[in-house]
């Protein structure tokens, strides 16, 4: 397969360049091996929720059961030079007490709060079953193996939790931030 090759010059001017097999073509974006990396300390934000289920249970049966969100995370890299490894070529240079503080797996999603609302029992009420995590952003600068600068923010997760909270119940202290904020957004509103 052959694709035309188009290049615009600086003053805006299209020039038909002739045709060119794919892998002769240039990247469009550069990329980096990584061969050394400075990171901040980890910045942990505020607990998110990645998944919610509202249930009602009425007379020992379920009323209703309803899947509402479900937007788990995975790990990213934001550039603010224009270059491109993946998570775990900066993980790899990121130092192990921060390393330590973020996933580079796939957070807890709507298939991990359904399990957890399974589980329910008997008891009368209005539910809710949620994932939440705490997001987490390190700053990093590196150099390329080209000896080109980069840099960017690594965004992950920490403090993966998922249960199930009943909406008419107190919030006492033992009640997660995952729990309080679930109760806080969807309880009163089914």
């Known amino acids: ?14 020039v038909n360049v002739g045709e060119a097999h794919p892998a002769r073509l240039p990247d469009a974006v550069r990329t980096c091996v990584v061969t050394g990396l400075a990171a901040t300390a980890p910045v942990v934000h505020e607990p998110r ?3 919610t289920h509202q249930v009602v249970i009425t007379g020992g049966r379920v009323e209703s ?9 995975e790990p990213r890299i934001t550039w603010t030079a224009l270059r491109v490894a993946t998570v775990d070529d900066v993980v790899r240079w990121v130092p192990p007490e921060i390393r330590r503080t973020f996933s580079t797996g796939r957070s807890p999603g709507g ?30 600068t590196g150099t ?43 309880c009163g509103k089914f």
Do not use: N
Not at 7 to 13: V, W, Y
């Open 65 to 73: 059961s309803v899947p509402i969100t479900d937007s788990p995370e």
């Open 111 to 140: 298939e991990k709060v359904s399990a957890a609302v399974s589980t329910l029992g008997a008891h009368d009420g209005a539910f809710v079953g949620y994932a939440a995590i705490r997001p987490v952003q390190v700053d990093f």
């Open 144 to 186: 390329c193996a080209d000896g080109d600068p980069t840099s960017g923010h690594l965004i992950s997760w920490t403090d993966p939790e998922v249960g199930v909270v009943p909406c008419a119940a107190a919030t006492g202290a033992r009640t997660s931030a995952g729990a309080r904020l679930a109760r806080q957004e969807h």
């Open 49 to 51: 929720l990645t998944a």
């Open 1 to 14: 397969m052959m694709f035309a090759v188009v290049l615009t010059t600086a003053s805006g001017c299209v």
